[in-house]
């Protein structure tokens, strides 16, 4: 991947990314589900949010694994903090994704229930108002599950930087 960017670490500058992505797609779900004429003006936008967010993590926990590696190489021990910031990362990056997935099925869902129309929908599948509804809050679990695995990864990552060993 790459380790600088700048001249600065990209780690430290990659976590923004899901940092601010992922609770901006969660709060997009929790609107559009709260207030449904939204969904044809933010629908898509609020995945793209989630998907990149995603891409985020993984951007993320590949430049932290590149960084915790130069330190290793420069003779630095890694503390049992940013150990434990690594793994929260992995289960960030999984969560991440679970997250854009529910959320891009529950798009898909809508638009297909919409082009479709309700009538043909009912026939198709038992009652897609309650469908759309479960993918909705799926996603809004799901989503509020990544931004707070993503809150204390990034704590325990800045705990790590400032810790006195």
Known sequence: MFETIGGLPAHPLMVHIPVV?????????????????L????GWL????AGIGFVGTVLAAG??????DSYR???????????DHGELGE????????????????MLFIRWRNKAGEEAATAKVRKPKQIALVL????????????VA??????????SVWEQD
């Open 46 to 49: 609020t995945v793209v949010l």
């Open 73 to 83: 190489a420069a003779g630095y021990e890694i503390s049992d903090t940013l150990k």
């Open 150 to 159: 993503m809150t204390l990864t990034a704590h325990n990552g800045a705990k």
């Open 21 to 37: 992505l992922l609770p901006l797609a969660t709060i997009g779900i929790i609107a559009m589900t709260i207030r449904p004429r």
């Open 91 to 106: 289960t960030v990056r999984l969560l991440a994704a679970l997250f854009f997935v529910v959320l891009l099925a529950w």
């Open 63 to 68: 430049t932290g694994e590149e960084l915790e």
């Open 136 to 147: 909705a809050v799926v996603a809004i679990l799901t989503g509020a599950v990544a931004t």
């Open 39 to 42: 969904i044809p003006h933010f």
